[in-house]
């Protein structure tokens, strides 16, 4: 199959970074098409770190990346990413989508003023897309149009009532405020030229061939605005099915639908987890894994895996396998058990509850596992053409539970960041 969609399957922060970097190698495009700076992809190499926030990690292959439709754009933090990208030696090919929308700094204080209440990622993101939403936003074609500043200052008339109102600025700062934006944002503009094109086009011409296009999803399934733990998620669609809408993947193209879980679960932000833990067991499993957030820093909340929300995830979202990623984590830690079944008054439920109230009140039914046998570097990297009944057996074992309880394959084993830390089975 040439084409491939890689999806979070849980709260984000799986290790989509890593898999899509490994995973690009054999692609011709690598596209993202959802979310903006609230991604957050760390990806090592050669021993060098890479934090990426928009760029798709397929840029440390040198393949051509593209920022698609459904994506959107603080044009600071971009060009500010190619910069430091740049002068690491590394030439970024790449393509940004003239239909995806920008993120301008009333948005970022938007969020900071609203988005505490679900512990957002402060980036501007629900405020660009529901404005975006209600079709008073500006798009990458207006920033780079010859009357850029013309059109900023239009738009920015047209939400300066709610941004006065909202106690945002007051009519002195705004006037201000508008005036020098539009000469910045129409600055990012001019930067912006080189890189802005017809990107729908490059991708329906490579599908169309013999090229492979891999699509990237930001955050993760149950972040889904649809069908995520609303009012606790994202405000752009997480799924599969989201690389039709916002990257151009054409319906009736054969594509491959890749899933990445945690072997445990993490999320950040508020909302209902389940399988959270607490104390020192969850310090023990937050320090084991370095859990804390790619673009906040934020620690984040950890759990044991639950496979309740993950088969609900892979539903939802069409996958068809999935890759694992963090094995050797769960390796360093004790107790560990993975959830099964949810329970409400005592009951099990045999759906994945859309109400947030009813999802934080579940009673998580578990299902004790052996402890993951711990391997070092060297008998991980022994392992790398092993076959599935070559790991060790407690590792088989983890494998073939999941398997059997969310009846897809687990593809690919992932057992430490670096891109030789991966098994293909
Ligand atoms: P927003 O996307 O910044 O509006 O944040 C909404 C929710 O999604 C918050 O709970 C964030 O913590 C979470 N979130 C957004 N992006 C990511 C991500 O890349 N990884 C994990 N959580 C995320």
Known sequence: ?????????????????????????????????????????TVMHNGETYKFHYMPSGMLHNKTCILGTGVVINPKDLLDEIESFTSSGHSPKLKISARAHIIFPHH????????????????????????????????????????????????????????VLE????????????????????????????YVTDTEDLVRIASNSAQAVLFEGAQGTLLDLNYGTYPFVT???????AAFVGGGAIPGVPIRILGITKAYTTRVGEGPFPTELEGEAATNLREAGHEYGATTGRPRRVGHLDLYALRYAIRISGIQELAMTKIDTLALVSGIKVCTAYKI?????????????????????????????????????????????????????????????????????????????????
Not at 2 to 14: C, F, L, S, Y
Not at 182 to 193: C, I, M, T
Not at 393 to 409: A, H, L, M, N, W
Request: charged share 25%; aromatic share 8%; with cysteine.
């Open 1 to 41: 199959m040439k084409n491939t969609i890689v999806v979070g399957a849980q709260w984000g922060d799986e290790g989509k970074g890593k898999l899509v970097d490994v995973l690009a190698e054999q692609s011709d495009l690598v596209v993202r098409f959802n979310g903006g700076g609230n991604a957050g992809h």
């Open 167 to 194: 106690g945002i600025y007051s009519e002195d700062d705004y006037k201000v405020y508008c005036n020098s934006v539009a000469v910045e944002y129409a600055g990012f503009g001019e930067k912006f030229k080189p």
């Open 345 to 425: 008054n005592g009951k099990e439920i045999d759906y994945f509850p859309a109400d947030a109230p009813t999802l934080a009140q579940v009673e998580p039914v578990y299902t004790d596992v052996p402890a993951i046998t711990e391997l070092s570097k060297e008998e991980w990297l022994a392992l790398r053409n092993a076959s599935k009944d070559q790991l060790p057996t407690s590792i088989q074992e983890y494998i073939k539970f999941i398997e059997d309880f969310v009846e897809i394959p687990i593809t690919i084993l992932s057992h430490g960041p670096e891109r030789n830390e991966t098994i293909v089975f």
């Open 235 to 241: 405000s752009s669609s997480t799924l599969a099915a």
């Open 108 to 163: 970022q204080l938007i969020d900071a003023k609203e988005g505490g209440k679900i512990g957002t990622t402060g980036r501007g993101i629900g405020p660009t897309y529901s404005q975006k939403a209600s079709r008073i936003n500006l798009r990458v074609l207006d920033i780079i149009a010859d009357d850029a500043e013309a059109r900023i200052k239009t738009a920015l008339k047209d939400v300066k009532d709610m941004l």
